[in-house]
């Protein structure tokens, strides 16, 4: 049976018995198995996707949420705050709906995919939208938060991230061993923050051997840790990652490094591509943002870059139902035909 988070790793995250455990059991989401593009079978690659699409809000979100909010409930928050570009939002509307707290999201108004606020809007949080990108939603949450009586639930909350290693842990258990690379996408960099963090306490306590390096992925227009640079006005079809100054810039950095790993830009049409790939290939429905992970791979493989036998661990970091908008405008609807057999088995191409 599926346990809380919380429960299964209680002895490595900072919770005591006085901490209510507010949970939707989340983690536990399945390593699979990918077939692989040509391009990794012929190098004998072996790609795993650890599908967090599979959380209870459909993204990884729920990993630092399911800690973020019991640890503010033990501390009486009544209320959780955060920015975001939507997954972030859904994951704090559900738990702190959970909890029986109020929840406000501040979101930059028209780019946040439709599932994603249907799921906000539905668990009850108070939606506020501003005229302005996420990097501008943070900093308004961040002052509001140590202005008013409400606790900061996004990932510059260290309980995020505590919640969100916990992926490193499951992959090392499956797996039996730490992968020889781990490919993200990176938005406001928590994620590879966390990662890396989970990563380094195996090795730590010699629990793995060499930990993965670890590979971040950000869309070309929204590359700033890639170009160095906050970018003013990000832009990427994959929403989730439009972002031009991620909070845990350094952490990024201090996981690329000290991992021997890389954070590089891929295209709008790469992400594209591996997205179509992961829907019509290997069966895994992801959004948009999740795909950068195998869009950087692949580069990366096509480049001779992937040694040999490798074991390669992608993490998709959010279901594909959350940003129907994309697949509706990527993939073209066929007008309908006449309700008869012949008509059908035309349209069908099976005649
Ligand atoms: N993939 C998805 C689906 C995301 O929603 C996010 C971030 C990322 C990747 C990047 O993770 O920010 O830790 O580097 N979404 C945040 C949000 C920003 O508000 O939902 P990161």
């Given at each position: ?60 979100k ?17 209320a959780v705050a955060a920015a975001s570009t939507g997954n972030t939002s859904a994951s704090a509307a ?9 929840a406000v999201v501040v979101l930059p108004a028209g780019y946040v995919a439709?599932?994603k606020l249907?799921?906000t809007?539905?668990?009850?949080a108070r939606i506020v939208q501003v005229e302005g990108n996420f990097d501008a939603a943070l900093a308004i949450v961040r002052e509001l938060t140590e202005r008013y009586?409400v606790a900061l639930v996004n990932s510059i909350n260290?309980?995020r ?24 996408p990176v938005g406001n960099a928590g994620n ?26 950000q869309a070309e227009g929204a590359a700033p840790i890639?170009k160095g640079a906050p970018v003013e006005k990000p832009e990427t079809v994959a929403t989730a990652i439009r972002i031009g100054n991620p909070a845990s810039w350094e952490?990024a ?36 943002a ?62």
């Amino acid at each position: 049976m599926r346990r809380p988070l919380i429960e299964r790793y209680r002895h490595r995250l900072p919770v005591s018995e006085k901490t209510p455990v507010i949970t939707l059991l989340e983690g536990s989401t399945p390593l699979v198995p990918l077939k692989g593009p040509p391009e990794a079978r012929a190098r004998d690659v072996q790609l795993f996707a650890k599908y967090e699409g599979l959380n209870p809000t459909a993204s990884f979100k729920d990993r630092g949420m399911t800690l973020a909010v019991s640890k503010a409930l033990e501390e009486g928050a009544q209320a959780v705050a955060a920015a975001s570009t939507g997954n972030t939002s859904a994951s704090a509307a559900a738990y702190a709906a959970r909890a029986g707290i109020k929840a406000v999201v501040v979101l930059p108004a028209g780019y946040v995919a439709l599932g994603k606020l249907a799921q906000t809007l539905v668990h009850g949080a108070r939606i506020v939208q501003v005229e302005g990108n996420f990097d501008a939603a943070l900093a308004i949450v961040r002052e509001l938060t140590e202005r008013y009586p409400v606790a900061l639930v996004n990932s510059i909350n260290p309980y995020r991230i505590e919640g969100q290693k916990t992926i490193a842990f499951e992959v090392v258990e499956d797996l039996g061993g730490a992968p020889d690379f781990h490919a993200l996408p990176v938005g406001n960099a928590g994620n590879i923050t966390a990662h890396w963090k989970g990563y380094r306490e195996l090795a730590e306590a010699g629990a793995i051997g060499r930990p993965p390096r670890m590979l971040g992925f950000q869309a070309e227009g929204a590359a700033p840790i890639v170009k160095g640079a906050p970018v003013e006005k990000p832009e990427t079809v994959a929403t989730a990652i439009r972002i031009g100054n991620p909070a845990s810039w350094e952490g990024a950095i201090r996981a690329r490094d000290e991992s021997g790993g890389a954070i590089e830009a891929v295209t709008d049409e790469e992400i594209l591509s591996a997205w179509r790939y992961l829907a019509s290939e290997e069966g895994l429905f992801v959004e948009p943002a999740s795909a950068a992970s195998l869009a950087g791979v692949r580069r990366w493989l096509a480049a001779g870059r992937i040694p040999e036998g490798s074991r390669v661990v992608l993490t998709l970091t959010g279901h594909g139902l959350k940003d129907p908008g994309t697949a509706e405008r990527e993939v073209r609807l066929p007008p309908p035909v006449p309700a008869d057999v012949e008509a059908v088995a035309a349209a069908a191409g099976l005649l």
